[in-house]
């Protein structure tokens, strides 16, 4: 649009139309109905004087196809646009306003990080001071979300005398989304994939807030010695399950340490 805005408003110095209005049709616009409702709003944006000739202005935009005034009376401005008219604001105070709201959820996802990683230190503290025993974990290096993790397998099963490491990997969503945890030292059990990965219901459908991982390990570890073979992953361990001296002398022979 290169008409100038001082042949429909007397306006001086001249303004560019296309300078003035560009913030407003940048939007992706569905009609040409639309954008002269934008153009409704700036006007009692700008508080105009003398009042703004509607139709100078239409003739300015040349809008194809014509556009009928009753039309244009009877449908709702935009939000955007009417917001600015009604807060006197400019677009270029409306595009710093849409800014500071981006700069802002940003810092809420830094607080909530924040907040996970609290909830993670205070774990690490009760799971140190519990004086569970086969049990541990600790942050891998300075990643907080990151832990590797280590079971022993409990007295009076078939996993006594092995210790396996395990890595738990924590979504910005703890302690509303359950933890990512997989064995790192191969483990030949029922509900154990070969990639490591755990059918455990609580890392799953029944996970909790208030579960740990204190609580997921002393779980783990339970599982060991008591499978759920009815939905094994491990088909040939759980086949092999029910004669627990051929299973232990599989299992000890192929323990990897």
């Not at 003398?50 to 139709?55: A, E, G, H, N, T």
């Not at 205070?122 to 600790?138: N, P």
């Not at 010695?225 to 092999?240: C, D, F, H, R």
Request: charged share 15%.
């Amino acid at each position: 649009m290169s008409v100038s805005l001082s042949s429909c408003l007397s306006l001086s110095p001249p303004v560019c139309l296309s300078d003035l209005l560009s913030p407003l049709l940048s939007v992706s616009l569905t009609s040409s109905l639309t954008s002269c409702l934008s153009l409704l709003s700036l006007s009692s944006c700008l508080s105009l004087s003398p009042p703004v000739c509607l139709s100078s202005l239409l003739s300015c935009l040349s809008l194809s196809p014509p556009v009928c005034l009753s039309d244009l009376l009877s449908v709702s401005p935009l939000p955007s646009v009417a917001l600015m008219a009604s807060q006197n604001m400019d677009p270029a105070a409306a595009a710093a306003s849409s800014t500071a709201a981006l700069k802002g959820s940003e810092s809420g996802g830094s607080a909530a990080r924040g907040s996970v990683s609290k909830r993670l230190q205070q774990e690490l503290m009760t799971l140190m001071m519990s004086g569970d025993k086969g049990i541990s974990a600790f942050p891998e290096s300075d990643n907080l979300f990151k832990w590797v993790g280590t079971i022993d397998g409990a007295q009076g099963t078939v996993y006594d005398g092995l210790r396996y490491r395990l890595s738990l990997d924590f979504p910005a969503g703890y302690p509303y989304q359950a933890p990512r945890v997989k064995f790192v030292t191969p483990c030949f059990h029922p509900n154990v994939d070969e990639q490591g990965f755990i059918c455990l219901d609580i890392l799953k459908d029944k996970w909790s807030a208030l579960y740990d991982v204190r609580s997921i390990l002393l779980s783990i570890q339970s599982l060991l010695g008591e499978p759920n073979n009815e939905s094994p992953l491990n088909t040939a361990a759980a086949e092999l399950w029910d004669d627990q001296e051929a299973f232990k002398a599989h299992l000890h022979s192929t323990f990897q340490k």
